[in-house]
Every structure is written in C-alpha cells, then in structure tokens.
C-alpha cells in the first residue's frame, strides 16, 4: 500500500521540524542503561539482539533468520542450523506446531520490528522439548516500562514488487496490572524464477529428460492482533494471561513451460497455469500462573495452552500439450483441489526450581500435550465440460499425545560449573487414512539426558563441554499419504511408515576474553528422513517421497569473534567448516555422499555522533548436502543499512539494503537412474525505508517474570 510509504515520509518531514527544539530540552528525566551488544553468548546459547540489526528493518523475520551465525534458509523457507534441517522454532519459548510451509508463510508475514532478539541453541538443555536438530528461540518485545508507553512501527521496501509492514504495540503497567496488545499487518509479495531438468532411463532404457521453466508471482497478506494482561495477586504470585490471533489470505500464480525428451529428441511440451489460494487462522490461548516463596530462586510456574489452526486452500491446474512442432495434440487437462486443514492442541505444563545451596539449584518439570489433525483433499477433473471426481482424493486424521517430564541440576563450585538433566517423552500417535481404511500407531518411550561442563581458568580464559541427545519426530504432513500435485508431472506425497530419527550432539568449546569463542561439534544422527524422487517412467510424473534412508554424520569446526573494536565500531565474525558424511541405501541402491562447507557470517555495526549509525554485513554458505540428498552450490549474499535517531533517540529512520549480489540457489542430485538440476531466483534484493516511534513514559521498572507458553525461558545459574 502507497499510504504506508506516505506515512513514512510524513513522519519523517515532521520528525525534521521537531528535531531541533527537542535538542533543548532537559536531559534529566533520560535514564541511561548499558547498550546491549548484536551477539550475547552463554553457556548454553546465543543470544542475537535483532534490534542492533540495522538491516532487521524493513526485512521478515525468515529472511532476518538466515542472517543470523549458523542459520541458513533456503529458497522453500527450510531452516538450517550448522547445515542441519528440522530447526525446532519457538515464538516466545512456545512452539508453533506448524508444518514447514506454514511456519515459513508465518515467518515471512512477521515484521522485524516486531523482535527484540532470537536465541540460538545448537544443543538445548533438558527444560525444553526433544524435538528438533536445535532451537531457534524468537522473542518478541515487551513492555517493561511503568504508565502508559508503545512503538509504531512502519516499513515498506521495493524489489521486482513491493512490500509493506506496519505495527502497534501498546503496554501499560502499574503496581498491580500489566496490560499489553499489539496490531500488526504485513502485505508480503515475491516474484520468482525457477528451472528444473530431470534425466531418467525411460521404459525401453532411452534416457529422458523434462526440463521445466516457472515464473511465479506471490501474495499473502496478514493481520495479527495481540492481547494480555498479568495481575498481581500479592507480592509473590502473578496471573496472566495471554490471547493472539492470525488472519492470512493469499494467492500465487505461476506459468510453466516444459518439454520432454527422448535421448536428444524433443517428442513433446506442456504449457500450464497454475493458481493457488489459500485462507488460514491460527488463533491461541496461554493461561499462566507463577508463585514466589520465601526462599530467594524458589519458583513454581503453571501454563495452560489451546491453539486453534484452520486453513482452506485451492488449487487450479491448467496445462495444455504439444508435439515437437508445437502443434496441440491432445485436449488440455484441467484439475482443481481444495485442501482444508483443521488442527486443535492442548497443552499444560508445571515448572518447580528449587535453590539447594547459594550457587545451586534443581529444577523440575511435567508437560503434557494432545494433537488433532484433519485433513481432507478433494480433486476434480473437468471431463467433457463436467467436473468429475478425481481419483487422488483422501481424508487423514492424526492424533498424538506426548507426556514429558524432567529433572535439572545446575552448579558453580569455584571455577568449575555444571548444568546436568534428562527429559523423559512417552509419545502415542494414531492415524488413519479413511480412503482405503488405512490405520497405524506409534508409541514410544525414550530418555534424554544432557549435560554441559564449564572451567573459567580466569577472567579470560573459560573452557566448555556439551553432550545431549535428541529426537527429530516427522512432521504431521510427512506422515499425511496425500498425492499432491506441485504441477503437471511433478507431485509430493507423505509417508505414514516414517519413524523419528535420533541425534547425539557432542560439544567442545573455548572463549578468550569473552570476545573469542573457538566450538568443534560432532552429530551423528540414525533413521535420517530424507526426500527421495520417484521416477513413473511412462508417465514422466516424478514424486518426492519422505523416507528413512540413512545415517549422517556431522563434525563441524567454528570460530567466533564479537567485539567493539573502538568506541564507534562493533564487529561480529562467524565462520565455520562442516563435514557431512550420509551413508545409506536408496531402493536397494548404496548411497555414500561427502561433503565439507565452508560458511562466513560477517557483521560490522558503527554508532557515530548525532544519532547516526550504519551496519553492512555478508554471508557467505558454502555447498552443503540437503535433504534431497543432492549437493547445494555456494550462495553469497551483501546487505548494508544506515539509520538515524530522532526526537531524543524516541524515533528512529532506516534505510537498508538486502542480498545486493542478487543470488540464486542451485542443486544437482545424482543416484540411482535419476539426476536432477534446479535453479531458483527469488525477490531478495531490495530497498527498505522504515520508521519507527517510542512514546509514552520512559522511566523503566524491573520486568516481572511471566511464562508465555508451553516452553518456559531457561534460567541460568551462571553464563
């Protein structure tokens, strides 16, 4: 929307009227606090400051994710973490329980401005779920002054096709009552390029090839609406509750040119349009409770959770078919679907700490959930001018229960500190596929322990060990056997044979002056599920497949460097090597891939008089295996920013620029009879412009701790 862009300049031609008598005014009420640095790093993570990030505004969170020390996404909106898929995210310590595609839409429609920093743990400790190869914790901003305060915050950035963001967060707060809400919309768009070739022995061993050519435009726009309360009930028990609701709505569109090969030949082409809509809510309710006692650190937390999904999607396939001449021969195939998925959760957990000695503390907790998951797809082919039932059409419903609890000790004795637990997760999951009647269940009872070791031989020198355990279950729409049609000769389809894959994490690391932080990781990870390609030779229809097919193993070798390298300039540097090994069978087929990357995060952050600031940063991801088990060529991306403060730092104007070297991803896949290439450029390189305004009171009080969720913040003893 142009009005956004208007308001921007609007306020920025005020803030340069007002600027000047706001330079007069007393100073006294200004309560001046240390300046948090871009990058934190504590025993047990990192801890990344997104409101540093000058290149955070105007930007989604999913792309300010792959910005991120270790963190990686890729052109589907997968999350990587040290080149390691299935990234547990969690809003606020709450897991999202949302497929893969739908946390990447809900990532994208989420503004930058909207958080105040995201926790990065490559191995976390007991108190928080099983699931995932790591945590990537997003913690959104909160109010922490007393009286009345807020921000506006207003976005807007141009690539091939603009976007738009604005939000407003409110909080008042006194002795007794916290209060707090927010409104956010965001209009995200992107236009895209893909290719793709296939090669494949036909029927009669002739090799074949489909090679495909898309341009796709995307929609989705959103609104988002917070609110919450916390009531203090006395001087050591608070109530709070919590409320945040979803609305999307969206479309794509792309067109594809394919044509099809035998040996060298060209024998036919295909031209197809496919539309794709879709409508979602997710709305969630937190009920949340915390008792003090007398003794100082003795705390017992109580959260109550419901989180309702609902989505309905349609899809339009219009393809029409050509012989080499380009001459039609056949009549055009027309398929439309509609998708609808609705997903209801329960969750409730407790949460005890009890302080043992004065640099001591146990830790304890139960957690139970219950998931229920329906899906339908109906298809329908049009048939002589009539819609007919398709063939591909299905129900599935999933239901699963998890009980967890578990235990945590931590310790400082002298120079030497421990944090040891072990989470306990009985698993029972059911699900059926109506057409076909079609059943199956899982239960499961598995143990996860995790220590970490810490030795600070002096104030600059602090010596570390890590070792945990983890479980990787699959996604409900892995389990779910839906034929989905990405296009005409192109499908996904799940698996309800998949089982979880476990992880061994083990972990050294060494930090010199707080500055230098030298980490070798070593993961080995069984029951892999990775995305396997099915070739249909005759028809030239190829379907990806999740599969339990193999072991990886990881060792990765990283050195990080934070520091403010004058009074004006910060730098932060990551850079990593990382071995993967997978080793495995595919269709009775040995399958033995290596690889090293090489990766780069670069950072650079200068803070001058009068308010100004500028950041200009790069990244640099060296060819990785992906979970296609093919081989991701190097990516390297350029941002930069420049900001300046106003109105006595209570407003502030952003500029940036994003992925300036405009990059594309690549992958070649080869085993088996099947290699397979694709090419994919998407809308990241971009212009932001985005001002933001704090007002109200801003004399700041101690935050009171308040749980959010299903997943509590871990306390630390000592980082």
């Given at each position: ?43 047990d ?14 930007s ?66 007991a ?23 807020g ?39 992107n ?40 009531r ?34 060209l ?12 409508d ?22 109580a959260?109550?959770?419901?989180v ?70 109906v298809?329908?082919?049009?048939d002589?001018g009539?819609?007919a ?16 609890a ?12 421990l944090?040891?637990g ?20 899982r ?11 810490q ?36 499908a ?81 540097y ?39 600031s500028?950041?200009i ?44 070297t ?58």
């Amino acid at each position: 929307m142009k009005t956004i862009l208007t308001f921007i300049l609007t306020l920025i031609a005020g803030s340069l009227v007002a600027q000047d008598s706001l330079r007069q005014r007393s100073l006294s009420a200004i309560t001046i606090t240390a300046a948090k640095p871009l990058v934190e790093r504590k025993q047990d993570r990192v801890v990344v400051n997104i409101d540093k990030m000058i290149t955070a505004a105007g930007s989604n969170v999913l792309e300010i994710l792959g910005r991120l020390p270790g963190v990686a996404v890729d052109q589907s909106g997968n999350i990587r973490l040290n080149n390691k898929n299935n990234v547990l995210v969690l809003i606020d310590n709450r897991p999202t329980y949302l497929s893969a595609g739908d946390l990447a839409t809900l990532l994208q429609n989420m503004s930058g401005s909207e958080i105040e920093s995201v926790e990065i743990m490559t191995n976390p400790p007991a108190r928080y779920d099983a699931a995932g190869n790591g945590i990537l914790n997003i913690k959104t901003k909160k109010g922490l002054k007393r009286g009345m305060n807020g921000s506006l915050t207003a976005g807007y950035s141009q690539g091939t096709v603009p976007r738009e963001n604005i939000a407003l967060n409110l909080n008042y707060r006194n002795a007794q009552w916290n209060l707090f809400g927010g409104l956010s919309f965001n209009d995200w768009r992107n236009a895209s390029e893909q290719i793709s070739n296939r090669s494949f022995a036909g029927v009669d061993g002739t090799p074949n090839q489909v090679n495909g050519h898309d341009h796709i435009r995307q929609n989705f726009r959103d609104g988002g609406i917070k609110l919450g309360a916390d009531r203090s009930l006395g001087k050591k028990s608070t109530l709070g509750v919590l409320v945040n609701t979803n609305l999307l709505n969206g479309h794509a569109n792309s067109v594809t040119g394919t044509e099809v090969l035998a040996g060298q030949s060209l024998t036919n082409q295909l031209q197809s349009a496919t539309r794709f809509s879709m409508d979602r809510q997710i709305a969630s309710a937190n009920l949340n409770y915390r008792q003090l006692f007398n003794k100082p650190g003795q705390e017992l937390t109580a959260d109550a959770d419901y989180v309702y999904y609902h989505s309905a999607s349609r899809q339009d396939i219009h393809t029409r078919f050509f012989d080499a001449a380009g001459n039609e021969n056949s009549s055009a195939l027309q398929l439309q679907s509609t998708a609808p998925v609705h997903i209801d959760i329960w969750s409730g957990k407790l949460d005890y700490v009890q302080p043992l000695k004065e640099d001591m503390r146990l830790e304890a907790g139960i957690k139970s959930s219950y998931v229920s998951n329906n899906n339908e797809l109906v298809y329908q082919r049009l048939d002589n001018g009539k819609w007919a039932p398709d063939a591909r059409s299905n129900e599935f419903a999933y239901r699963e229960n998890i009980n967890a609890a578990y235990l945590n000790y931590a310790a400082t004795l002298g120079k030497f500190s421990l944090q040891a637990g072990v989470r306990a997760e009985n698993t029972h999951g059911k699900g059926e596929q109506r057409t076909g009647n079609v059943n199956f269940t899982r239960d499961t009872l598995n143990f996860f322990p995790t220590v970490f070791l810490q030795y600070q031989l002096s104030d600059k020198h602090v010596f570390g060990a890590n070792y945990g355990k983890r479980i990787e279950r699959p996604q409900y729409e892995q389990l779910n056997p839906f034929i989905i049609l990405l296009d005409t000769l192109t499908a996904e389809q799940g698996n309800p044979a998949l089982r979880p894959q476990y992880v061994n994490n083990i972990g050294l690391n060494y930090t010199y002056d707080k500055a230098l932080q030298l980490t070798l990781e070593y993961s080995a990870t069984n029951d892999v599920i990775s995305k396997i390609a099915r070739q249909l030779p005759e028809q030239k229809i190829t379907i990806f497949m999740q599969e339990n097919i193999s072991r990886v193993r990881y060792l990765t070798a990283s050195v990080a460097y934070n520091r403010a390298i004058t009074s004006w300039w910060q730098a932060g540097y990551h850079v990593a090597m990382i071995y993967t090994h997978y080793q495995g069978a595919v269709d009775n087929t040995p399958v033995s891939l290596y690889n090293t990357a090489f990766n780069a995060n670069i950072n650079n952050s200068f803070q001058w008089r009068q308010g100004w600031s500028a950041e200009i940063g790069a990244i640099y991801n060296g060819r990785y295996l992906n979970n296609f088990l093919g081989i991701a060529q190097p990516v390297f991306s350029l941002n930069a920013g420049i900001a300046k403060s106003l109105w006595d730092n209570k407003a502030k104007l952003q500029l940036n620029l994003s992925d300036l070297t405009r990059p594309a991803e690549r992958m070649t896949t080869d085993y088996g009879n099947l290699v397979m290439y694709n090419w994919y450029r998407g809308d990241k390189r971009r212009i932001g412009i985005s001002f933001t305004w704090k007002f109200g009171k801003s004399s700041v009080e101690k935050e009171r701790a308040r749980t959010t969720g299903t997943q509590a913040e871990q306390s630390r003893l000592k980082n």
